[in-house]
């Protein structure tokens, strides 16, 4: 199985603030790297799909790079609604994993 | 709209089986495969598997091999999850979801079904 490690684990900014999450995968999954926005009691939400790909009808201040096993999601200019748990996903190859997740909270 | 909806919340005894449903509706729904992920209490997301309503075809992760079984219903517009000699560490919410082809990323999630296992 495809190891996907985060970090940080946490992280503690203000709104207007700039972030960056890193992804990392015990293999190669090429650009098969997926961005989950996770609140409490709600379903998880795409944010960015093939380590790139904006989804339709989320905002330009979040972006996603990286291939291979290194990985980014970037937050610019945070927002109240953004604070949340991120995890990232690789659909390269079956399970598709999860990472553990990193919470982003109110500084 | 495009939509997942589950079914409710389940209380089972351990040893106990759970058949978790997921209505589709708003799209050609055998043109995408359905996965399903659950998140335990305090835990991360953990992807369980996928079928795809075309063939019924199904890929299960190796923690769940041999209690999981995904199917999808007559109507072709239902897909269905059921996990046997339930635990008390499979209490979570599970969640479906509907994949993009392209690159099995889920883009619309049903609601969650709690599901607690308790004696």
């Known amino acids: 199985d495809i190891e996907m490690t985060q970090s940080p684990s946490s992280l503690s900014a203000s709104v207007g603030d700039g972030v960056s999450i890193t992804c990392r995968a015990s293999?190669?999954?090429?650009?098969?790297l997926n961005w989950y926005q996770h609140k409490s009691g709600k379903a998880p939400k795409l944010l960015i799909h093939?380590?790139?790909s904006l989804q339709t009808g989320v905002p330009s201040r979040f972006g996603g790079s990286g291939s291979g096993t290194y990985f980014t999601l970037t937050i610019s200019r945070l927002q109240p609604e953004d604070f949340a748990t991120y995890y990232c996903?690789?659909?390269?190859?079956?399970?598709?994993?999860f990472g553990p997740g990193t919470k982003v909270d109110i500084k | 709209q495009v939509q997942l909806v589950q079914s409710g919340a389940e209380v089972k005894e351990p040893g106990a089986s759970v058949k978790v449903s997921c209505k589709a509706s708003?799209?050609?729904?055998?043109?995408?495969?359905i996965h399903w992920v659950r998140q335990a209490p305090g835990q991360g997301l953990e992807w369980i598997g996928w079928?795809?309503?075309?063939?019924?075809?199904?890929k299960y992760a190796q923690n769940f091999q041999g209690r999981v079984s995904m199917t999808i219903g007559t109507s072709m517009t239902t897909a269905y999850m059921e996990l046997s000699r339930l635990r008390p560490d499979d209490t979570a919410i599970y969640y479906c979801?509907?994949?993009?082809?392209?690159?099995?990323?889920?883009?619309?999630w049903g609601q969650g079904t709690v599901v607690n296992v308790s004696s």
């Open positions: 708003g799209y050609t729904f055998t043109a995408y495969f």
């Open positions: 093939a380590a790139s």
């Open positions: 293999q190669n999954v090429i650009k098969f």
């Open positions: 979801g509907r994949a993009i082809p392209a690159d099995q990323a889920i883009d619309i």
């Open positions: 996903q690789q659909t390269y190859s079956a399970p598709f994993t």
């Open positions: 079928i795809n309503p075309n063939d019924g075809g199904t």
